[in-house]
Structure formats: structure tokens, C-alpha cells
């Protein structure tokens, strides 16, 4: 019997025709045949490294919080949120869902928990992510594309940038609810209706969940950091190795310029 639930399936089926479909199968076999078997293997390897810096944040937070999850089974919840958000504009959106429902349905872990340790894994995520783009701004100066006041201002807009998740996180330490005092400020007809104050009570438990891994593990979130810069690292490195097994020998800092473009 069909269901609306199906229909979830069929939009799974187009969406992998549609990339399937966009991908220039000649040009990807043209540059698989100038890799050696060794030359692959090596690039999976660096590449599973890479997902393991990914998943030991999320086990390190979950652990933390004392809740013991094998990290084989959380790659696993990783890589399906992953593929999911791969057909959205953005790998920011969607996947984080999966990863909530994961742990709520198998691990009997609350909603404002899960929803709280997949929350904060992002946002060491995007601190790691800004710290790296503004290194690779500091690469792009050596260039010299931009003059001088395009630097400047360029260079405090991404501290700016930068600062905002770090700034959260610390607000979120020293026992602060940045989101639910905002919510406050919000009309008091919308603050009436039900929907609203769900979603209220939602983002307030999550803010006091996340308050908690801050102040209870802060070298957890240190450790997930260092994680976040890790995994920078090895992509770095998969891009030199891919570039240098292709026949292109570049600098390594021009390495960053390619990455973080």
C-alpha cells in the first residue's frame, strides 16, 4: 500500500539521477587512470581520517555527558545525515535532523541533549572552519589581490566572523541563554501562541543543555577544537597528495589558498 512516507523515497531516487546525472563521468575516469592503486589507497586513507576527526568530536561531546556510543555506529548516523545534506544548498542543513533522531530513537538520549551535543559539535565546527578561512586570507595577501584597505577591512570582518561562535560558546559558559533571552524580545502577541512557546521551551532546554557541556567539559570543546583544526590539516594534506600524484607540485601554502577558496 502506498503511503506519503514513500514519497520521501521517490525524492531520494531523483535527487541521486539528478546528481548522478550532472557528474562528467569522462573527465572523472580520465583522471582516475593517471592515479596508481597505491596512489587511491592512500587518498581513502586520508580521507577516513579525515570522517574520524568528524565523529570523535560528536563521541567526545556524547562522552563527556557520560553516554558511551561505539564510534563505528556513530559514523554511521554521520555519514547518513551526511548524505542527506549533500542534495541541500548547504552541508550546514539537514543533517544534524538524522543525527538527533539517531540518538533519540537507539540511545534513549533526550531531545534537548541530542539536539544540544549535535548543536555544539557544529559550532566548534565553524569556529575551526573561520579560524582556517582567515589563514587562508592572510595566503591570498601574499598575492596580493586585494590593496590595502580591502585587507584591513576584509581581516576585521572575519574576526568579527570568527568571534561570533566563540563568543557564544563563552556567553553559554559563563551561564548565559543568548537565543532564549532573545526570544524574549519577540512580540508579546507571538509569545501567546502555542507554537511559539514550544519552540521557546525547545531552544531554552537545548541553550541549558549546551550550558552544562560548557561549564562541566570545557576540554572537551578544547579537544573538539583541536579536532576541527586536525581535520583541516588532513584535508590539506589530501589536496597536496591529490595535486602531487596528478603531476602538480605546488607550495603548500598555495595548498591553502586552494582549500579555503
Known amino acids: 500500500r502506498f503511503r506519503p512516507k514513500h514519497l520521501i523515497w521517490l525524492l531520494v531516487a531523483f535527487l541521486l539521477y539528478w546528481a548522478v546525472n550532472n557528474v562528467r563521468w569522462a573527465d572523472v575516469f580520465a583522471l582516475l587512470t593517471r592515479l596508481r592503486w597505491y596512489?587511491?589507497?592512500?587518498?581513502?586513507?586520508?580521507?577516513?581520517?579525515?570522517?574520524?576527526?568528524?565523529?570523535?568530536?560528536?563521541?567526545?561531546?556524547?562522552?563527556?555527558?557520560?553516554?558511551?556510543?561505539?564510534?563505528?555506529?556513530?559514523?554511521?548516523?554521520?555519514?547518513?545525515?551526511?548524505?542527506?545534506?549533500?542534495?541541500?544548498?548547504?552541508?550546514?542543513?539537514?543533517?544534524?535532523?538524522?543525527?538527533?533522531?539517531?540518538?533519540?530513537?537507539?540511545?534513549?538520549?533526550?531531545?534537548?541533549?541530542?539536539?544540544?551535543?549535535?548543536?555544539?559539535?557544529?559550532?566548534?565546527?565553524?569556529?575551526?572552519?573561520?579560524?582556517?578561512?582567515?589563514?587562508?586570507?592572510?595566503?591570498?595577501?601574499?598575492?596580493?589581490?586585494?590593496?590595502?584597505?580591502?585587507?584591513e577591512s576584509l581581516l576585521w570582518l572575519l574576526s568579527i566572523i570568527a568571534l561570533l561562535p566563540f563568543g557564544y560558546l563563552a556567553a553559554l559558559w559563563n551561564g548565559r541563554q543568548p537565543l532564549t533571552a532573545l526570544l524574549n524580545y519577540f512580540p508579546e502577541k507571538w509569545q501567546e501562541r502555542a507554537r511559539f512557546k514550544k519552540v521557546a521551551r525547545f531552544v531554552e532546554t537545548t541553550e541549558s543543555e549546551m550550558a552544562q557541556i560548557c561549564r562541566e567539559t570545557p576540554l572537551v570543546l578544547l579537544a573538539g577544537l583541536g579536532l576541527t583544526l586536525l581535520s583541516w590539516g588532513l584535508v590539506l594534506l589530501e589536496t597536496w597528495l591529490t595535486l602531487t600524484f596528478l603531476g602538480l607540485h605546488i607550495h603548500p601554502l598555495d595548498g591553502v589558498a586552494i582549500v579555503a577558496a
Open 39 to 151: 596512489h587511491i589507497l592512500l587518498l581513502i586513507s586520508v580521507n577516513t581520517l579525515v570522517l574520524f576527526t568528524f565523529v570523535s568530536r560528536w563521541w567526545l561531546l556524547l562522552h563527556g555527558q557520560q553516554h558511551k556510543i561505539s564510534p563505528l555506529r556513530l559514523m554511521c548516523y554521520w555519514l547518513i545525515g551526511f548524505a542527506f545534506s549533500y542534495f541541500l544548498p548547504g552541508p550546514q542543513m539537514g543533517g544534524g535532523i538524522f543525527q538527533v533522531y539517531f540518538l533519540q530513537r537507539h540511545h534513549d538520549i533526550s531531545t534537548g541533549l541530542a539536539t544540544a551535543t549535535v548543536t555544539t559539535g557544529k559550532l566548534l565546527e565553524r569556529l575551526g572552519n573561520l579560524l582556517f578561512l582567515v589563514l587562508g586570507f592572510y595566503v591570498f595577501a601574499r598575492f596580493r589581490i586585494f590593496s590595502g584597505v580591502e585587507r
